[in-house]
């Protein structure tokens, strides 16, 4: 197995790892609960031209007590119906200052003896109920809506049939990237500009500027930034990739757009990730807050869940770091014995080589022969003829010359 292989099996174990924990992340327009717990966030969405739509909806129902709380949230005001049974009640009040501002906005919900909802920019909270419903199930509504997610990011599920439509500020600079599964080729939607997103594989990145289009390769998180920005007569938007922000890409537009969507070709499915978002915390009280409500237990696996794609990417780095210096070191020692030891047929003929071992086992098993019988060696004499056949000696000189002896 070579370490190219296990390089790029490390990456795509560490990529798929990464995402698995981000799913609370993933942005839509509608959320349903089967239970609502102690203390909950929600980042939703604020457009800035429309100060009286609604940005954020919560329905509480509990179908055993025939109950039900429905609060639709603008910039503006807060608008509660509370209904049991055929009683029904509604009541309306304006949020103090200027109310909420544009932008990501992130709200806290709490639920226990009261129903209380906080917005960040907003010192009091926006709703202060009894928690008389006694919510089985939540249903929360809202523009690019996520439900507990603490990073700094949103991810978008795309697809040729599902689009996604991310809000723009403004001018500024929107750091964004695809990822996929299999070679895609994304279209972003400026205004009424298109721009495919292609591969070079000269610089290695993103671009729109390629005569022959190439998707983008699959298990690659691949980065590119647009910047927007109002020039005297128009308004325009620059795609930005590599490491030098090289221009790739440029849409001139006459008017400041509000959103650009992303959608796939040829039934391609992806994800784009809008990173880098800025957003205060909403304020839940002294004695309310969410790091209270869930406990030093549930901050400390929150981190661990936070930090485990860093620790899993190093831990497998180091394996394969391992491994290969490992493989290494058998390389060069099998080497070095393999220079060092001289080949014996080169010094010695394979006939005398054998012919050696023989004579040397030989002479072993003789010696040992006659240590048993505790006679020592001695050289070996001649044969000689006896003179006369029936010589009683023969026997005992014979029985003797076996170990090399002499009679006596």
Known sequence: MSFKFLLKLCLLCSTAFCFQFK???????????????????????????????????????????????????????????????????????????????????????????????????????????DDDVGAERVVVRGSNVTINCREPFFIWNVSEDQEATLPLGGPGRYDLAV?????????VMLGDRTRVLSWDPEFSMVTTFASEPRPLPA???????????QAENHFKCDVLAGQNETLVGSASLPDEIDALSIHGSHAENFIVILRGIIYEEATAGDNSSLEEADGPLVDWLNGVLSYSPLVFNALLVVAVAVLYVKNKKIKMVNESLRRQLPDIK???????????????????????RCRRSGISQAPKIPEKNPLNPNDEDMDEGAAIGDCGGDAD
């Open 23 to 129: 799913k609370d992340c993933v942005a839509g327009r509608h959320f349903e609960t089967d239970r609502i717990a102690t203390s909950w966030d929600i980042r939703v969405w604020a457009p800035r031209e429309d100060a009286d739509a609604r940005i954020l909806t919560l329905v509480s129902e509990n179908e055993a007590r025939l109950s039900l709380r429905k609060i639709d949230i603008t910039r503006t005001e807060v608008h509660t119906l509370f209904i049991r049974g055929s009683h029904r009640v509604k009541n309306s009040s304006s949020i103090p200052g200027d109310g909420i501002p544009p932008g990501w906005r992130e709200f806290r919900v709490t639920s226990d003896s009261r129903f209380k909802v906080w917005v960040t920019g907003v010192e009091e909270p926006l709703v202060d109920v």
């Open 179 to 187: 990822f996929s599964r299999s070679p895609s080729s994304p279209v």
């Open 219 to 229: 298990f690659v998180q691949h980065n590119f930034t647009i910047e927007c920005s």
């Open 346 to 368: 080169e010094k010695i003929p394979e006939p005398i080589i054998w012919r050696h071992l023989y004579w040397e086992f030989l002479n072993l098993f003789k010696n040992g």
